[in-house]
């Protein structure tokens, strides 16, 4: 039994451990803070100065962003308001540029009814990344692909409409379109 406790108390540590990420956040003030940080599930972040100190926890009304550290790589992300909309989230900054191109995962269980009760049952999960275009301080939902009302965004940048129209761009490919804008259009 006493072997048992020490290896679910050991196997408890590392876990909880393993969830904390180096990274910065980055206060309303401008201020930035490094650390350890701990995305959670629904709403906010936990952030610690280091292994040993108290965690404090922060949502949209305290910081406008945050890094973290993962692997060889940093992964920005800011609390954005998307037009039409009246709250907050949290999303990741895939670039930054003359417009910048936010993505959200949002993923799901596909179910449909089985037998004559209709009890449904799960079939599969899905992932979906959703895009989000930012110009002017204007943050639109683009989802998968750009349509009509995002292409208007891109409508001063005449070699790129050329390109989207003779399909040598697909209009699915959000980051390719986005990365021709801020390199090789002239604003």
């Known amino acids: ?3 048992i406790f020490t290896l679910i108390a050991l196997l408890s540590f590392l876990l909880s451990y393993g969830q904390f990420r180096e990274g910065i956040i980055y206060d309303k003030t401008g201020k930035e803070k490094k650390g350890l940080i701990k995305v959670k599930k629904f709403d906010g972040i936990i952030f610690k100065l280091d292994e040993n100190s108290k965690e404090i926890y922060y949502d949209e009304k305290h910081i406008i962003g945050y890094d ?6 940093i992964e920005k992300y800011r609390y ?54 930012e110009k002017d301080n204007r943050l639109i939902r683009t989802g998968t692909r750009l349509d009509k009302k995002t292409l208007e965004l891109f409508q001063d940048c005449y070699t790129l409409i050329e390109k989207l129209d003779k399909n040598e761009i697909k209009k699915r490919e959000v980051e390719k379109i986005v990365n021709f804008y801020n390199s090789n259009c002239n604003n």
């Open 80 to 133: 954005k308001i998307v037009e039409n909309a009246s709250f907050l989230r949290p999303m990741k900054m895939e670039i930054s540029g003359k417009i910048s191109l936010f993505s959200v995962n949002n993923s799901g269980t596909h179910m449909i009814p089985m037998g004559p009760s209709g009890v449904m049952t799960p079939m599969g999960s899905f992932t979906k990344i959703v895009y989000f275009i």
């Open 1 to 3: 039994m006493k072997k």
């Open 68 to 73: 973290i550290k993962k692997e060889n790589d």
